[in-house]
């Protein structure tokens, strides 16, 4: 079992600037892709970014140039700096680890983008 927590989730005003984290815990040498997805009111769940083990990342059209994706040196947290935030991004941000054969999502963190 892997166990996420996120954290970071704000009220910020448009153009401005947000860094969520995500710690992780439990088999944590099981991790294999780690990446954070939003789900805004009304909508589905969608994928932000993910890095793979090896560091290789992987960006969603809305939010490549403005959002970086990066793990920290345990790889047992993984981080998603955001800038030039808008009122689109407004949403409950997830965190995800993968591992061979489970996928494992942390409760969520809320991004709130004000005009």
């Known amino acids: 079992q892997v166990h996420l927590v996120e954290s970071g989730g704000d009220l910020v005003q448009a153009g401005g600037s947000l860094r969520l984290s995500c710690a992780a815990s439990g088999i944590i040498f099981s991790i294999n892709d780690m990446g954070w997805y939003r789900q805004a009111p009304g909508k589905q769940r969608e994928l932000v970014a993910t890095?793979?083990?090896?560091?290789?990342?992987n960006y969603a059209d809305s939010v490549k140039g403005r959002f970086t994706i990066a793990r920290g040196n345990a790889r047992t947290t993984v981080y998603l700096q955001m800038n030039s935030l808008k009122q689109e991004d407004t949403a409950v941000y997830y965190c995800?680890?993968?591992?061979?054969?489970?996928?494992?999502w942390g409760k969520g963190t809320l991004v709130t983008v004000s005009s």
């Open positions: 995800n680890a993968r591992t061979i054969g489970s996928d494992y």
């Open positions: 890095i793979t083990r090896s560091g290789n990342t």
